[in-house]
């Protein structure tokens, strides 16, 4: 169960693809529509198939990873192995920087949620709560934390598969075909970080490697379970709710030419039941838990994350401490909270998951360099799990990444910079303040000893 302290390993598989599939599953509520706009339903569905190429491929050879190195860092300490201390440090930043800026955006949607039930409440003072009560859950521990999220991300997949059912007689191929290219091959590249919101923040499993009651066996069947899970899924909610009337009609509110929506599973099936009708209000209540889900699972990931890095004196080093209490990361916890609640102040929430995706991909092509140098580099070191098709999966991981990264610079220049002038300043600061501690790290690091 876990040192006084350490971290308790109390994961068992079925809680990790609760995990898996809750990290993500947000991304099937809303965000992936505003693709649409730029692509129209071939541009993005080029994007998609894309992007699910490369998440298969990227997940596969995560896993390799994640089994022969089980620690809480994950991509950092992958990275840290193979490739060094200052590489490793960019990809922890990376990590931190994709799970401490999703959840942001997903509690400013939670809290325009709860601002329409209760107008009086302000969709600020919804988000801070929701960020307040989370953290605490998982301070609190692990095991609630994980089974919370295990059954809220059931009912999430619940009401998404209710919803094809619901759609799926109004089906029709015409409205898959309307205007379809708008923007020919530009709009398909324009449209890839709302792909890769569909799948966004699924690495995630990696950093509860260390409260897996048995990594090696374990994350094998999470990952697994939760891809499978979330392609199925990506497929029915893209073209059940499109086949309705038209991608038009998810992207745009009420009509509108310029006004987009995050809502487009109610748009499309407002066209089907009305607004007023009690399975559109069901099936809206319900959906409450998919934002839920991914805000909470993405929390429990920065923290861990954040942790791995405050341990190794990366970041200050409170933040690696475990509470004596409830055996979590409670400072890192906190530490993110406040961070999340500044970006919230911003009022910027797309930018701030662009930010995100920044993040996403930065970490996917370390990780898959990772893969390619440790292989070649420690072909002795224990793989419980080994990628199939080598190197076939990481490289194909790893060109999808690039392509990615490189359009999502072109079309989205000043948020780019941003990004990395993050990773810049962080790394300056990194080189000035390095401790005695952590050049100690570094030296245990490179002989293999942890």
């Not at 409440?121 to 859950?137: D, E, H, S």
């Not at 990506?234 to 038009?248: H, K, N, T, Y």
Request: aromatic share 14%; charged share 10%; glycine share 10%.
């Amino acid at each position: 169960m876990g040192t006084k302290n350490g971290l308790q390993k109390t994961l068992s598989p079925f809680m990790l693809w609760g995990l898996g599939v809750g990290y993500v599953i947000s991304g099937m509520y809303f965000g992936w529509n505003l693709g649409l706009e730029k692509g129209g339903t071939l541009g993005m569905a080029l994007a998609t198939i894309v992007i699910m190429v490369m998440y298969l491929t990227f997940t596969f050879s995560y896993t390799e990873l994640t089994c022969a190195i089980p620690k809480a860092g994950g991509a950092f300490d992958y990275a840290n192995k193979a490739l060094g201390t200052n590489v490793g440090f960019i990809a922890g930043i990376a990590q931190i920087v994709e799970f401490t800026f999703a959840p942001p955006a997903i509690a400013f949607a939670i809290g325009a949620y709860f601002n329409a039930i209760y107008p009086q409440i302000p969709i600020l003072a919804n988000a801070f709560v929701i960020y307040l009560v989370f953290t605490a859950l998982n301070i609190y521990g692990i095991k609630a934390a994980a089974s919370f999220e295990t059954i809220i991300t059931i009912l999430a997949v619940g009401e998404l598969l209710l919803f094809t059912g619901i759609t799926a007689p109004r089906f029709q191929t015409d409205n898959l075909l309307h205007n379809a290219f708008p923007n020919g091959a530009s709009g398909a590249f324009a449209a890839i970080p709302f792909a890769i919101w569909f799948f966004l923040g699924i690495e995630g499993v990696a950093n509860v490697a260390e409260e897996t009651q048995n990594p090696q066996r374990d994350i094998v069947k999470g990952f697994g379970w939760a891809i499978f899970t979330l392609v199925v899924l990506c497929v029915l909610v893209f073209v059940s709710s499109i086949g309705v009337a038209g991608w038009e009609t998810i992207v745009f509110k009420n009509g509108s030419s310029s006004e987009t929506s995050d809502s487009p599973l109610p748009l499309a099936l407002a066209k089907i039941t009305g607004n007023n009708h009690p399975m559109f209000h069901l099936l809206i209540a319900i959906g409450l838990f998919g934002l839920i889900a991914s805000f909470h699972g993405l929390i429990l990931a920065a923290g861990r994350s954040t942790y791995e890095m405050g341990r190794v004196r990366n970041l200050p080093p409170f933040l690696g401490a475990i509470s004596e209490r409830f055996h979590t990361p409670a400072n890192a916890l906190l530490g993110n909270m406040i961070i999340g609640m500044l970006a919230l102040l911003s009022g910027k929430t797309g930018e701030i998951i662009i930010i995100s995706v920044f993040g996403a991909l930065t970490l996917y092509i370390i990780s898959m360099i990772s893969l390619i140098v440790l292989r070649k580099k420690q072909p002795e070191l224990n793989r419980p799990f080994k990628v199939p098709f080598y190197p076939f999966f990481p490289l194909m991981a790893l060109i999808i990444a690039l392509v990615s990264l490189v359009a999502m610079f072109i079309f989205n220049l000043k948020l780019g910079t941003v990004y990395f002038s993050i990773l810049a300043f962080a790394f300056l600061l990194f080189k000035i303040f390095k401790t005695r501690n952590t050049l100690a790290y570094d030296k245990t690091a490179n002989t293999g000893i942890r």
